[in-house]
């Protein structure tokens, strides 16, 4: 979205405009090999298939498919895509133990709602060259998806934008998310507090604690992230657009009477405008 060619507008207010720091605009990512990509792209198909599977048993996969390497490259590969086994440890970013963790409070928890409980996610995305990753917030009653942002980096910034997008026009009564550093950062967990949102993070081995949005990862990777080769950031970010447009309000779900999450949602008298559209070209 930066234009380096304008004459008018420098870089720096550019990216004041675009609330983006300069070091980020600047900021160049170790790149991976060739042979590493296509790793990251069959350890994420095969994840989405089987999340059960750890870093042997992906090895070992691998392995039948022709790639003779070693547990460790396989490690380091699944902690760089954000990504664990759902057993004996949920799949999650990597926790940081200085963050505070906060107690679980959907456990027996109807919801019965929109904005009763919103929940976050991040999950990883490959392109023709690289990857990048992708984070979500949905709510849970109606499963529409309140908003979304593309990071080449793990980092917290992407996650607060996508926060601040969503809490723009609605409040949750309860967010749940992991326990990775992301979401326990303070700056996520205070943008929370100052909201007056109550936090709820899942416990160690509660993998269907977030269950819904696992499910969305697995929808948006097989209808659309696995049909495409995305050249760039841009590409990427303008086909996901259009997608979370069509899963909001045309796509039907079965356990939700084959209605669109966006008529759930505002059905149920949300007063909450569509977020995405400003993330649609």
Known sequence: MIDSRNVVLPISLQCRLLELSRSSYYYQPRTETELNLRLMELIDKQYTKRPFYGAR????????????????????????????AIYP????????????????????????????????DITYIRMYHGFLYLVAIMDWFSRYVLSWELSN?????????????????????????DQGSQFTSCAFTGL???????????????FF??????????TVKYEEVYLHDYRDGMEAYI??????RFYNEERFHSSLDYQTPSEVYYAQGSSMKNVLTSQIL
């Not at 929370?192 to 509660?206: A, P, T």
């Not at 604690?209 to 697995?218: G, K, M, P, V």
């Open 153 to 177: 980096t793990l980092d917290v910034n992407f996650c607060l934008e996508a926060l601040n997008h969503a809490l723009k026009s609605a409040k949750p009564g309860i967010f749940n998310n």
């Open 239 to 244: 086909a996901l657009g259009k997608y979370f």
């Open 89 to 120: 440890k949920p799949r999650t970013s990597i926790k940081d133990d200085s963050h505070k963790i906060y107690p679980y409070l959907l456990r027996d928890l109807p919801i019965t709602y929109p904005n009763q409980v919103w929940c976050a």
């Open 192 to 206: 929370l507090e100052q909201n007056n949102v109550r936090i709820s993070m899942d416990g160690r081995g509660r």
């Open 57 to 84: 048993q992906m090895t070992e996969s691998l392995r039948r498919q022709g790639y003779w390497i070693n547990h460790k490259r396989v490690e380091r590969l699944m902690r760089k895509m954000g990504i664990m």
């Open 209 to 218: 604690d977030n269950i819904f949005i696992e499910r969305l990862w697995r």
